[in-house]
């Protein structure tokens, strides 16, 4: 396996969130057009993995201003391209159908009229069709730029004149629009890519995504925080009445990964390893991102929503993530469609999962324009409540403890219905 580039050296830049789970035996590409009508397909939990079955993608940098690609790789199910045929041949990890049922979302009702907004890095010169392939395996609607429903952006804006491809980002870019349209399929879809993985030509899409009528904005990315990096790059991340996702990192409890996690205008989302063979449970996800920031600025100030819980105050003097979680576990992973230097049908995990679930999940709830990121602490009834499992030593504390009510790697917890969001 070989792999994905990490391109571009200026300081400042970021790196995708994504855990992929690839598949290791390639077979014929075989499989039907991306336009074949297909009834919706069951996927049956991803396959449990080991450690020995899971590698970084990605070349590992500590340098400061420099951020690191986070994707790490299963090596033991099989590639398979084009949609596949049932049930010899579906796909490994969770699907639409399954996800949907695990939180207990109105997926076939509801999202009409919400535009969900996609920002990564580098071109991904195949999304549409590939996006194309993951909505036909699933019997969802069509989602494509001459129906109207999926839109693909430079960071200027603009539909055409797009960077340069890269391997890995197109991977996350791929997480992205399938995990968006499992949980939205009425959704509209814009991606928009950033010329490089730099702080400032993603901070620079995140405003285009805005401008270009997004009303929930995904991020599946993290980087090094700094008093400078949130004073330059955060107001990207803060328009009122437009819903910021974030993904919390792959780097476990007190990782130095926190932006733009750390901004409290943003709903930061951490990991969970879900189970839904019956009876459902859910835990922490061990390498979900948790912390405090030691950024003192405005925008990393501890938010009322947090300060009204005296657990929170105790373990934070600032702002504290992550806010509410999802699914990352990659031996718990979610079928993803990806042909760019790939082939295929993978199963990825990592906390980018979470931050375009979530924002599928805020779409449905179409409460974007007025809810913000306190909704959730106002509702937290709504949510599911994940109690168990750690993703780091912190002396017992819930800032890397899970347990009842807010904790660092699960925050309230997640979706149990839209009634939270």
């Not at 890519?193 to 990315?221: C, H, K, P, W």
């Not at 990393?300 to 576990?329: E, F, G, K, M, N």
């Not at 999940?361 to 109690?387: F, I, K, R, T």
């Amino acid at each position: 396996m070989r792999k994905a580039p990490v391109l571009g050296t200026a300081a400042g830049i970021i790196a995708a969130a994504a855990t992929v789970v690839m598949f290791a035996a390639p077979t014929s590409a075989s499989g039907l057009p991306a336009s074949a009508a297909r009834t919706a397909t069951v996927a049956h939990p991803a396959a449990t993995g080991s450690a020995g079955n899971i590698q970084h993608l990605c070349a590992q940098t500590t340098k400061p201003g420099i951020m690191h690609c986070l994707a790490l790789a299963r090596t033991d199910v099989a590639h398979r391209l084009g949609v596949l045929a049932a049930p010899n041949a579906t796909p490994s990890g969770y699907g639409p159908s399954t996800l949907q049922g695990a939180y207990k979302l109105p997926s076939s009702s509801a999202g009409s009229g919400q535009t969900v907004a996609l920002v990564d890095a580098y071109d991904d010169p195949n999304a549409e069709s590939d996006l194309g392939v993951y909505r036909s395996q699933y019997g969802l609607p069509s989602c494509t730029t001459a129906n109207g429903c999926f839109r693909k952006l430079n960071q200027s804006g603009v539909q055409g004149s797009y960077t340069t491809p890269d391997q890995g980002w197109s991977q996350e870019t791929s997480v992205d629009l399938d995990v968006a349209s499992a949980i939205c399929p009425g959704c509209h879809l814009m991606l928009v890519e950033g010329n490089t993985n730099s702080f400032a030509d993603l901070a620079a899409s995140v405003n285009t995504a805005v401008r270009a009528g997004a009303t929930i904005v995904s991020n599946s990315y993290s980087g090094q925080e700094s008093d400078d990096i949130v004073a330059t790059f955060g107001p990207a991340y803060d328009h009122p009445g437009v819903i910021i996702t974030v993904s919390s990192g792959d780097e476990g409890y007190g990782s130095s990964l926190r932006f733009p996690d750390d901004l409290n205008t943003v709903v930061s989302v951490g990991g969970t390893t879900l189970s839904v063979i019956s009876p459902r449970t859910e835990s922490a996800w061990s390498s979900a991102g948790s912390g405090c920031t030691a950024v003192s600025s405005p925008l990393t100030s501890q938010p009322a929503w947090q300060t009204a819980d005296p657990r929170i105050r105790q373990l934070c003097s600032r702002r504290a993530y992550v806010d509410v979680s999802a699914v990352a576990d990659p031996n718990t992973g979610v079928d993803v469609y990806d042909s760019y230097g790939m082939s295929g049908w993978l199963v990825f995990g990592g906390t980018s999962i979470g931050a375009p679930l979530i924002a599928g999940v805020y779409a449905l709830a179409g409460n974007a324009s007025s809810a913000g990121p306190a909704y959730p602490y106002n509702h937290s009834q709504s949510l599911n409540d994940v109690n168990g499992g750690s993703n780091g030593t912190c002396g017992g504390s819930g800032i890397c403890m899970s347990s009842s009510h807010w904790d660092g790697p699960t925050g309230l917890g997640s979706p149990n219905g839209i009634g939270g969001f």
